[in-house]
């Protein structure tokens, strides 16, 4: 249904201009098709970009000790310590190795089993 009110909107939007000739088209109608075009890049590339980066930046802040993480790398560990101050955490991926990472270097945290529990209790 929505397609079909846009493609009409450009058919007449579009359409060759009725009357004289040399009479000039008004500007505004010239302006709608390129405001039209600025708004569907932004309401289906920039916002939902804007709206992935926010949920990422909360997954990031909301770090703690003993999450498992795996980084843009490929790296899997769990998280020993976190510095606030320069964003960086240390992961320990091994028993003796800990791989010091910028906190934008994590891809994704992995759910762990008392995650899980706790929410199916709920």
């Not at 039209?36 to 802040?61: G, H, N, T």
């Not at 606030?84 to 934008?104: C, P």
Request: glycine share 4%; proline share 6%; net charge positive.
């Amino acid at each position: 249904m929505m397609l079909s009110l846009l493609q009409l909107a450009l058919i007449f939007l579009f359409a060759p201009p009725s009357g004289n000739p040399n009479e000039t088209p008004n500007p505004l109608i010239q302006v709608v098709p390129l405001i039209l075009v600025v708004l569907v890049f932004y309401f289906f590339m920039i916002r939902p970009q804007q709206k992935k980066e926010k949920e990422r930046q909360q997954a990031l802040d909301a770090l703690k000790k003993g999450d498992k993480v795996v980084t843009i790398g490929g790296m899997h560990g769990t998280i020993v310590e976190i510095n606030q101050e320069k964003k960086t955490v240390v992961i320990q991926a091994a028993e003796n190795i800990r791989l010091k990472f910028d906190r934008s270097a994590i891809a994704t945290v992995e759910k762990t089993e008392t995650a899980n529990k706790l929410e199916s209790t709920k």
